[in-house]
């Protein structure tokens, strides 16, 4: 399944770097809320997750949220989550980028990780923009609110929102000074994200694709490993350090 080249660059490696999206979520049973099956209360996820949504509506916005975090707290990470912990252990220097939101990396015990799209578990102050703790209404349907006043949101990335600066910064320099960069569970389109491989590679690292399907990069990255990144990941582990 894995070539030479690919388990002597690991092993060999300083420095590498992961991306991860939706598909190795999905392979826990977290939801993507996309197409007929994401419809809540009748409303699609775009007319929810964003700004002029909150602000009209904060409260069905965090019942939203609340629905959300409720389904993914129910959630394990899978094995693929817990081998990218145990390579992070290997590894000398080790940068987990994801577009997640769901915290299952943390979950798995991941600590260098990049969240290129916030993390639902997390408030943060629309005014201060200080974070905190997941944040609940309280029972008499209450809004949280910060200690300055300011109302609270889900630290998420909504439509028409930049990504954070320092995130996409640092998943960046990661990419430019990796050895070796992993694609898991991403379909490559989504930007500034579905660059990062592409920048890895021009930078002379070896990019290796893990995905269910082929993507659009597919045929730019030096491998493309077909299958679920669950069952994949940790026969790589064991490939290259057992």
Not at 2 to 15: D, G, H, P, V, W
Not at 169 to 177: E, G, K, L, P
Request: glycine share 8%.
């Amino acid at each position: 399944m894995f070539s030479e080249r690919l388990i002597q660059e690991l092993k060999m490696a300083q420095k590498v770097a992961i991306l991860t999206g939706a598909g190795i979520s999905a392979e826990s049973g977290v939801p993507t809320f996309r197409g007929e099956e994401g419809l809540w209360k009748k409303y699609r996820p775009e007319e929810l997750a964003n700004f002029n949504a909150f602000i009209q509506n904060p409260k069905l916005v965090w019942e939203w949220y609340d629905y959300r975090r409720k389904l993914i707290s129910e959630v394990m990470p899978n094995p693929g989550h817990a081998a990218l912990t145990e390579m992070e252990s290997l590894v000398p220097t080790f940068d987990l980028i994801t577009q997640n939101v769901d915290g299952l990396h943390r979950k798995a015990g991941s600590q260098n990780i990049i969240e290129l799209h916030g993390n639902i578990l997390q408030s943060r102050c629309v005014d201060c923009g200080v974070k905190s703790d997941a944040l609940v209404m309280s029972q008499d349907d209450e809004l949280p609110h910060c200690s300055c006043g300011g109302l609270m949101r889900p630290d998420v990335v909504w439509y028409g929102e930049t990504l954070p600066e320092e995130a996409i910064h640092a998943a960046f320099q990661s990419a430019r000074t990796c050895d070796v960069f992993l694609s898991i569970g991403t379909s490559a389109v989504v930007h500034p994200a579905a660059s990062l491989p592409i920048v890895a590679k021009e930078a002379g690292a070896l990019v290796v694709e893990i995905n269910k399907e082929s993507t659009v990069i597919s045929h730019l990255v030096d491998e493309s490993i077909l299958g679920l990144s669950g069952e994949i990941l940790p026969e790589l582990v064991k490939a290259v350090w057992d």
